[in-house]
């Protein structure tokens, strides 16, 4: 499964931080009964890495790590079993990295020189972060419109209220997101009426 297949699998990708290993399987079972089956789990905390471990035994879920920073967090992330990579921005050492062992890949960007960079590697999906905070819609808009072929999913600042507006702008394929996986022990009726809602969005 490629990055563009990956992000067209549901509108919304739950940016995930995991304090227990022992939530992992729970949370992600709600996600995907729910219709989210593409989980980021980011490499925030000491749980993280077996957190991935665990929710590739969930069938369906499509399970890949975010905050990946440097080719070291990528081995461990692939060595965890992650089937995609989120990162936060785009470095060429990482970006080479992943290329060569062959994973999706979904690079965080925030300016023209960030996508320049990344089509120079090959790349063309992005993250658009951190989505608000870099100018919102209005900023993605105008980044958009000199890259036809570039397609992104917004993160940072997204949330159920305003989810629609970003999906509505073409480019958009899917947009990420932490209120679909609250923090804490995973309450599973209410995180599968979340991704419901999300799904929705589309």
Do not use: Y
């Amino acid at each position: 499964m490629n990055i563009d297949a990956i992000m067209r699998t549901a509108p919304v990708i739950p940016v995930i931080v995991i304090e227990e290993e022992a939530h992992a399987v729970s949370l992600a079972e709600a996600l995907v009964a729910g219709g989210l089956r593409v989980l980021e789990v980011t490499l925030r905390t000491p749980a993280a890495l077996g957190a991935i471990r665990a929710m590739k035994q969930v069938p369906g879920a499509i399970v890949g790590a975010g905050t990946v920073t440097n080719p070291r967090d990528l081995d461990a992330a692939l060595n965890a079993g992650s089937e995609f990579i989120v990162s936060p921005g785009l470095t060429e050492p990482l970006g080479k990295a992943a290329i060569a062992a062959g994973v999706p890949f979904l690079p965080g960007i925030a300016n023209a020189g960030d996508i320049m960079r990344g089509l120079d590697l090959g790349l063309d999906r992005f993250k658009f972060f951190p989505a608000m905070a870099a100018g919102g819609l209005p900023a993605l808009k105008a980044l958009a419109a000199p890259f036809g072929n570039v397609r992104f999913c917004p993160t940072g600042g997204i949330s159920l209220e305003n989810a629609a507006e970003w999906l509505a702008f073409d480019p958009v394929l899917c947009v990420g997101g932490s209120w679909v996986s609250p923090k804490g022990a995973p309450d599973k009726p209410v995180v599968e009426r979340l991704a419901r809602e999300a799904c929705a969005l589309r």
